[in-house]
RNA sequence: GCCCAUGUGGUGAAAUUGGUAGACACGUCAGACUUAGGAUCUGAUGCCGCAAGGUGUGGGGGUUCGAGUCCCUCCAUGGGCACCA
């Protein structure tokens, strides 16, 4: 690694330590970090002459490990193109903010006592700081913050306007409430006449409305666990039980706020069809909404007033119906079971109760199911069939039941082979009887009117049928259901809402924001509700008015965020409609695929609503979308020798082996060919390095007790070179755990306790893992680390050039040098180690205009396709040709620097700077580079005279030939044939044909 | 099981429209300058081969004058969803 001085730059480039000629990257990323800051110059206004582009980043959770690398990637990648577009003219938003609510600061809480503002302040500081170390161009001035008050006032106010709005099935858009109200007091519905609307109680009235409004009160399952007294999400439960200390998990029903997304269901997906977001990410916000397309078809049971309703894709199977499944908790269960089959009903109910109390096991599905003992009727050919109940049916998904075809469906055919029900064959060969064929490409048969028709084009005709005679209709269904939207938690926005006799009002706008109370302690309050209802005084508002409890979850929010950063400090309304009218949608949105379900959609949905409520006016949030890849850790492996005893359960023999056992490390290569090439039993190895301990020597005879392993254990990264072990800080590690260590290194040299490696040139070789990025692996890589030995503009240009913003890679600092060397070859052109200064006003050359120019539009094109690795590469092709043409000449480096700016501000803005204002006067006020126009392409100085084509015989490329563009293609076919190593090739033989494609190759058959 | 993405040198990768595969870097090797080099510069570097040449983008097949790129099929890796009717 290159030794740096106490200023930063390297200690070699420069000639007498901090003279003119150095490329001193600290003390210039330093004070420009300064200046800009000091002028302001990323205040953004809201209007401008500029036409607009809005350039936005996922915002972090503010986590108390701080920002690693993986985090600055997207950040770094909007940051080019937020300045590449103000270059291009534009007037440009690149905001900043922190999505601080949230779990993990409330765990923390749990555990130290410590409150979530105070820790939360805390880590935001700390991101604060690792961001500015990077020189981003955010406008800090419009920085949000979700956890305060100023902000969550507008969260709640725009929950009120989704509470107080239902989802008009005509108009297809949410409209106010009121509007409802004023139908049900005039008009009344399907359900009730005005009159009797009118004679309703008030609680009778608002249970009605809450049936549609898009924020309402339903009861939901939560995962309970009585031991940590306490609601835990999804992921903190694992095989029926907490994550953290095992304690078992009861589903319970509690009172819970959902947003009717559902309703939403088809707006969403079609406006998909209006935004760029990758393929991959559509296909996921697809799958998630589940839309299918099929019928609802009504079964009359036997000897029964009831009727059944199913949901089908395949109405095109009836009539291979050999049996019916009811979810266990369908309403018609009890109402139409047998007597005869009542006790195997219950049994079965209880058994599946039991089963959804523990989160269900989920690997080994066995099939289950018990008969109600009814019937069904086909309504096509009135055959009888056997209604079942089975868990594999679930209550939420269509109507809760289903037709069951055993021929097409391998469920259905498992479940009928279980419980030999009969199975009818309705698509004849293309059914064999040992499994189900879900085809649509057989000919039916058994199937009455549909007898010989392709399945797939019966699928029409038995629709219309069923249309005809009444007994089901055609049905669009989404598997999508409504989102939960509130939490038994602390840390987050509290409901703007009252409960008087139950029933929920809205808080007066001119009392947001119901501020979060302040508490000592973070317990859940009674019944597994949130911490807050442990504050009676903050809860009870006399005569029977309490507040609600419930906070809102994480998502609430960041589903709006984008639009607050538009007007931040509006405290009239969440953003002036001026304000949101001229910046409008999110120009380009980046961030992390982990969103691409939740995040996303519901802040799709919060756009949508406002949209519909005439609060803003455009309805799909972000135009485009660019979801940055991971940055995985490289984790390193050291390898342990660690004893392990010799027989299989003999148990007592581990007391027999020494403890504590001495730390042997073994480099991994020499341990892998100890092992493969030689066929050493890795006793026998130890054997021989255990005699050269001197402080822990065991008896032959006690080595009859050993048997070894070797183990891996995570390293610190930044304790390995590459993949070479730095054994002097690694025994430092951890207040010296591994002090007295020994290693057996790549050569199968020892280094005992106390040695140093000194003249020994044999290396210990770490293994090599990747994985996530995480502070309990060792492999996380703080950026400060790496913008310290090389500076920020090396560091954004490296992650850059690492490949393609959207690719996953595992992070690497080899090649980091690269980079660096390259932003040093750069100053060279400006500055020689020796001679100082040497960029001039000379005219440059055609030759040197042509390498400008081409830069120009190479980096004009990878810019706008986001495409910054190939990018990089054309700077340093660039810059490699004006050395190589020895061009110092300011016509062309300014321009140059113009390009790099968005990549390397430093560097530029400083270099700009020299440029601008005389040597002696260089840090004159000129206009920063940032406020400079991108350099204009001009083709001219592109234009080819002549190309240099592949000539192929055969379609194998054989030599190159160089050609005018202006030859006409008879010309071309003479000078090709007339060639030497064409005429070898064609080996006398007569030419066929002559393939050539003007500009690209020339092809010769013979 | 289903859906999506990705497979190219020792490594990260490039090839934007079907047209010279491996740009640009890292690493490695050789050399220059030097008291020194972990600075800088020059050259070499897919694989086999002394060379001529052959071969090569996960495997197999196809379309085409021509395939990393298009089609079929199989394999591997990563991600998402999963009793979804």
Known sequence: ???????????????????????????????????????????????????????????????????????????????????????????????????????????????????????????????????????????????????????????????????????????????????????????????????????????????????????????????????????????????????????????????????????????????????????????????????????????????????????????????????????????????????????????????????????????????????????????????????????????????????????????????????????????????????????????????????GMLMKDAIPVVLLKIEETGIGKRKVNYKMRDAG????????????????????????????????????????????????????????????????????????????????????????????????????????????????????????????????LDLISFDEPFKKLLNQGMIQGSSRLVFRFIPIPVEPGGYELIHKIKYPFPFIFVSINYYNKLIDEMGVDPREVLNIYLKNFSSFTISEEELEYYSFEVYPLRVDVNLVDGVELNINEFRKWRNGEYANATFILEDGKVLSFGEDLGEVKSKYICGVETEKMSKSKYNTINPNEIINKYGADTFRMYEMFLGPVEQSKPWDTKGIEGIHRFLKKLWRLFYDDIKGKIWNGEKASDAELKVLHKTIKKIEEDTERFSYNTAVSAFMICVNELTDLKCHKKEILEPLLILIAPYTPHIAEELWHHLKGSPENRDSEEVSILDASFPKLEPKYLVEAEKEYPVSINAKMRTTIKISLDASAEEVEKIVLQNEVVQKWMDGKPLKKLIYVKNKMINVLV
């Open 485 to 612: 939207f509130s939490r038994q938690r602390y840390w987050g926005e509290p409901f703007p809402i009252i409960y008087k006799d139950g029933v929920a009002y809205a808080v007066d706008e001119k009392h947001l924001p119901v501020e979060l109370p302040h508490v000592e302690i973070y317990k859940s309050g009674p019944e597994g509700k949130g911490p807050l209802a442990n504050i009676h005084e903050w809860v009870d508002l006399g005569s029977g008015a309490e507040r609600e409890t419930n906070t809102m979850p994480g998502y609430a929010g960041s589903s709006w965020y984008f639009l607050r950063y538009m007007d931040p400090h509006n405290d009239a309304a969440f953003a002036d409609k001026k304000v949101t009218d001229y910046w409008n949608q999110v120009d380009v949105y980046i961030g992390g695929t982990e969103h691409a379900v939740g995040h996303l959609l519901y802040s799709r949905l919060w756009t949508k609503i406002l949209f519909d």
């Open 1 to 451: 690694m290159t030794e740096i001085n106490k200023e930063g730059s390297s200690q070699v480039s420069l000639n007498g330590g901090d003279s003119d000629g150095a490329y001193n990257f600290r003390k210039i990323e330093e004070k420009w970090q300064q200046k800009w800051k000091d002028s302001g110059i990323y205040k953004v206004a809201n209007s401008s002459y500029k036409p607009k582009c809005y350039v936005l980043d996922m915002f972090p959770y503010p986590s108390g490990a701080g920002l690693h690398v993986g985090h600055p990637l997207g950040y770094i990648a909007s940051d080019i193109y937020a300045r590449y577009k103000r270059l291009k003219g534009f007037n440009v938003l690149h905001p900043m903010g922190y999505d601080s609510f949230g779990l993990p600061a409330e765990q923390y809480a749990l555990e130290t006592g410590q409150h979530p503002a105070v820790t939360t302040e805390k880590n935001i500081e700390t991101f604060r700081s690792q961001l500015d170390n990077i020189g981003f161009s955010f406008d800090w001035s419009r920085e949000v913050r979700t956890s305060d008050p100023k902000y969550y006032k507008w969260t709640q106010w725009i929950f009120l306007q989704i509470f107080n709005s239902y989802f008009c099935n005509t108009e297809k858009k949410a409209l106010p409430i009121s509007k409802l109200i004023d139908k049900y007091a005039t008009r009344g519905s399907k359900y009730f006449t005005a009159e009797q609307w009118n004679g309703y109680s008030e609680k009778q009235q608002q249970d009605i409305l809450m049936e549609r409004r898009l924020a309402f009160i339903a009861y939901g399952e939560v995962n309970w666990c009585e031991a940590l007294g306490t609601v835990l999400a999804n992921d903190e439960v694992i095989n029926g039980v907490s994550e953290r200390g095992g304690h078992p998990v009861v589903k319970k029903k509690m009172r819970q706020w959902y947003l009717r997304i559902t309703s939403y269901a088809e707006r969403l997906l079609q406006g998909l069809e209006t935004v760029e977001f990758s393929d991959a990410m559509k296909e996921m916000q697809r799958n998630w909404i589940g839309k299918s397309e099929g019928a609802e078809i009504t079964f009359n049971i036997q000897r029964s007033t009831f009727s059944l309703q199913v949901y089908t894709t395949r109405p095109d199977t009836i009539f291979g119906v050999d049996f019916m499944v009811l979810a266990p908790e369908h309403d018609l269960v009890n109402q139409i079971t047998t007597p005869e089959q009542k006790e195997e009903i219950a049994k079965y109910l209880e058994y599946t109760k039991g089963r959804s109390e523990r989160e269900r096991l989920a690997e080994v599905k066995s099939i289950t199911g018990a008969f109600t003992g009814a019937y069904a009727i086909n309504p096509f050919d009135s055959r009888e069939i056997p209604i079942w109940i089975s868990e594999y049916v679930l209550a939420g998904y269509g109507t809760g039941a289903i037709m069951a075809v055993p021929c097409g469906d391998q469920r259905d055919f498992n479940f009928a082979k279980h419980f030999n029900i009969p199975i009818t064959n309705i698509i004849g060969d293309d059914y064999n009887g040992e499994e189900a064929n879900p085809t649509k490409e057989a000919v039916l048969i058994n199937s009455g009117f549909l007898n």
